[in-house]
């Protein structure tokens, strides 16, 4: 998925830092930069499908959360956000009451650019899972997806869940086994959080500390499976799920 986007900013300096960030971020598309909240307007109205702006908020004429509530009072839709970028934290209180999707305190590096990037990318990703389960079936209609997003440092992966065996749970990490891949991908993230994005039906959490694929499962016992080199013991808290696996796999 790409995002469309518009900076916009009164300094030339830091619109210029804004664009090269957002054209360094592969599921970013910069659409314009402007030195004006009423140039980002005039934009807008040329560039209807742009979905992102990054948004200064001291500006001459109008400024950036004036630009932002005629935005919201503009329009019902959720397809348009804000990441407001500013020197300025005393508007983080009227930047969440016009529903910003974050807020980006200057001077701000790269990696604090894209973890609001990738805020964004799972904002959207979400918003295009929404509507996809609220049109009508069609016959053309996937019937799920195979692949998730990972947070990896500071970009997103995308992984083909058909090549994960399994998934370990670490503190604040979880690591994520493939069969494709010599070494982990290691992701910020927690196992409940992961475990929701998988596809049902094919993933099952037998462990507190582990997420296993069902198709790769090589070898059970009536307490225990194996699954690629490892041996994941069933703890009490998880042997009805695992009696219902035993029950399909056998």
């Known amino acids: 998925m790409i995002i469309k986007c518009i900076a916009v900013d009164d300094e ?55 630009l932002a509530k005629i935005i919201d009072q503009g329009t019902s839709r959720r397809d348009r956000r804000i990441i407001f970028t500013t020197a300025y934290d005393q508007y983080a209180l009227e930047g ?25 990318f799972e904002y959207f990703s979400m918003f295009e899972e929404t509507k996809q389960a609220a049109a009508p079936a069609t016959a053309a209609q996937p019937v799920g997806k195979n692949y998730i997003y990972l947070k990896v440092e500071y970009q997103l992966v995308k992984v083909d869940t058909s090549h994960i065996l399994y998934i370990e749970g670490l503190k604040d990490y979880v690591k994520v086994f493939l069969d494709n891949e010599t070494k982990p991908i290691l992701t ?11 596809p049902s039906g094919k993933f099952r959490r037998l462990h507190r500390s582990y997420i296993v694929s069902l198709d790769k499962v090589k070898a ?22 695992f009696a219902g696996f035993l029950s399909s796999w056998t």
């Open 188 to 198: 910020l993230t927690s196992l409940k959080n992961l475990e929701e994005k998988l």
């Open 96 to 120: 969440y009451k016009v529903g910003a999707l974050d807020y980006l305190m200057k001077p701000f590096n790269f990696a604090d650019f894209s973890r609001a990037a990738a805020k964004a």
């Open 220 to 241: 059970v016992t009536k307490n225990s499976l194996q699954v690629a080199d490892i041996t994941v013991h069933i703890t009490d808290q998880y042997k009805d799920a």
């Open 12 to 66: 030339p300096l830091a619109l210029d830092l804004v664009a090269s960030y957002i054209e360094q971020t592969p599921f970013l598309q910069l659409v314009d930069k402007c030195q004006s909240a009423i140039k980002a307007l005039r934009s807008m109205q040329d560039n209807p499908d742009v979905q992102l702006l990054f948004l200064d908020i001291r500006m001459a004429d109008l400024s950036g959360m004036e």
